[in-house]
């Protein structure tokens, strides 16, 4: 009948749970074969991978591995953020020392005497921490977030310059617009607001590659962490940090030519309003999405059509025969990258 159970089944269920039982007890009470079902453990060993993970990438600020993590409730500096998304740029992080916490920022370039002899320079370190296929796939999630998310915005701001008259004649007339990485961030209750990210300096003929740039990190806040609110204006990391980002990677392509390599010509005649990114080769594929539902797999690729997509991303995977796409698992831990150099 419904709602109950035959006796049967209740002495199955016991059989089954001393079963079980049994076999765990005849197990080391903390050998990985136990501690593995246990819930709270798996979530705390993911939760100190991630602030493993976070010290590799540049974070020298303390991090508790508490459930709330991921959502911001750690503090770090600008500085550990800056470093982080310098990270993500093409795997590797960059010191001037040996370790994090012998510090690493070097506001000093070098040291010399009267007579021109070096006295004092920092010593460069640099060491892999992300794969490269991964430093790509999250350096395109950045770019698409500047391409139809929340740091859109910045396009409006940041044009190529160059410091020869017709090269920036043109440059002007043809208004182009460049790759941009990067991603908002704003706290609860309006009282932080960040952005930080990448661009390019490094050009070739066919666009901007990522793997080398400028890494900006800016930040908006009262000292005393008042929230940003005045009647009905909200202060998002969109909204107050990223203008300030904008201007800086502005000054950056205005005070230093970055155009030449570009053919500026061919972009005039072939109608571009943007210079592309150029990843390197790492076996990925383009996959067309749908902008505004999440970014999931977009129609017009299984159904074959010719409709050019808004959006795309950049991932490692096969076509099937059929159109759809079967995505291939590229993860790897940071600590078999972190010790190749």
Same mark, same amino acid.
């Given at each position: /009948?419904?709602?109950?159970?035959?006796?049967?089944? =209740?002495?199955?269920?016991?059989?089954?749970?001393?079963?079980?039982?049994?076999?765990?007890?005849?197990?080391?009470?903390?050998?990985?074969?136990?501690?593995?079902? &246990?819930?709270?453990?798996?979530?705390?060993?993911?939760?100190?991978?991630?602030?493993?993970?976070?010290?590799? /990438?540049?974070?020298?600020?303390?991090?508790?591995? &508490?459930?709330?993590?991921?959502?911001?409730?750690?503090?770090?500096? =600008?500085?550990?953020?800056?470093?982080?998304?310098?990270?993500?740029?093409?795997?590797?992080?960059?010191?001037?020392?040996?370790?994090?916490?012998?510090?690493?920022?070097?506001?000093?370039?070098?040291?010399?005497?009267?007579?021109?002899?070096?006295?004092?320079?920092?010593?460069?370190?640099?060491?892999?921490?992300?794969?490269?296929?991964?430093?790509?796939?999250?350096?395109?999630? =950045?770019?698409?977030?500047?391409?139809?998310?929340?740091?859109?915005?910045?396009?409006?701001?940041?044009?190529?310059?160059?410091?020869?008259?017709?090269?920036?004649?043109?440059?002007?007339?043809?208004?182009?617009?460049?790759?941009?990485?990067?991603?908002?961030?704003t706290a609860n209750?309006?009282?932080?607001?960040?952005?930080?990210?990448?661009?390019?300096?490094t050009a070739t003929?066919?666009?901007?590659?990522?793997?080398?740039?400028?890494?900006?990190? @800016?930040?908006?806040?009262?000292?005393?962490?008042?929230? /940003?609110?005045?009647? @009905?204006?909200?202060? @998002?990391?969109?909204?107050?940090?990223?203008? &300030?980002?904008?201007?800086?990677?502005?000054?950056?392509?205005?005070?230093?030519?970055?155009?030449?390599?570009?053919?500026?010509?061919?972009?005039?005649?072939?109608?571009?309003?943007?210079?592309?990114? @150029?990843?390197?080769?790492?076996?990925?594929?383009?996959?067309? &999405?749908?902008?505004?539902?999440?970014?999931?797999?977009?129609?017009? /690729?299984?159904?074959?059509?010719?409709?050019?997509p808004t959006a795309?991303?950049?991932?490692?995977?096969?076509?099937?025969?059929?159109?759809?796409?079967?995505?291939?698992?590229?993860?790897?831990?940071?600590?078999?990258?972190?010790?190749?150099?």
């Amino acid at each position: /009948m419904a709602g109950e159970l035959s006796l049967a089944t =209740l002495n199955l269920v016991e059989e089954t749970i001393a079963t079980e039982y049994r076999q765990l007890a005849a197990l080391p009470p903390y050998g990985p074969e136990v501690l593995y079902q &246990v819930r709270d453990f798996r979530t705390l060993v993911s939760l100190h991978y991630v602030v493993g993970l976070a010290r590799e /990438m540049g974070i020298a600020s303390p991090q508790e591995p &508490v459930l709330s993590l991921p959502l911001g409730s750690n503090v770090i500096t =600008l500085l550990d953020l800056a470093r982080v998304f310098a990270t993500i740029r093409d795997g590797q992080l960059d010191l001037n020392a040996m370790r994090l916490d012998e510090g690493g920022l070097g506001i000093i370039a070098r040291i010399e005497g009267p007579d021109g002899e070096v006295i004092y320079q920092p010593r460069h370190h640099q060491r892999r921490v992300l794969a490269p296929e991964i430093a790509l796939a999250v350096s395109d999630i =950045l770019y698409n977030v500047m391409e139809h998310g929340t740091g859109r915005s910045a396009h409006d701001r940041v044009r190529l310059r160059s410091r020869d008259a017709e090269q920036d004649r043109l440059l002007a007339e043809l208004d182009l617009k460049v790759p941009l990485f990067g991603k908002t961030g704003t706290a609860n209750r309006f009282i932080n607001a960040a952005f930080a990210g990448f661009l390019s300096d490094t050009a070739t003929a066919e666009g901007f590659k990522p793997a080398s740039g400028y890494t900006l990190a @800016t930040y908006v806040g009262f000292d005393d962490n008042r929230p /940003m609110v005045r009647n @009905t204006t909200r202060i @998002t990391g969109g909204g107050g940090a990223l203008p &300030v980002w904008s201007r800086l990677a502005a000054a950056i392509y205005r005070h230093a030519d970055y155009s030449s390599p570009l053919e500026l010509l061919d972009l005039a005649f072939a109608g571009a309003d943007r210079v592309e990114v @150029t990843y390197p080769s790492l076996g990925q594929v383009e996959i067309p &999405v749908e902008a505004d539902d999440g970014g999931v797999l977009s129609k017009e /690729m299984v159904s074959g059509a010719d409709q050019q997509p808004t959006a795309r991303l950049v991932t490692f995977g096969r076509f099937r025969p059929d159109g759809s796409f079967e995505p291939s698992r590229f993860f790897q831990p940071y600590w078999r990258k972190g010790a190749d150099n």
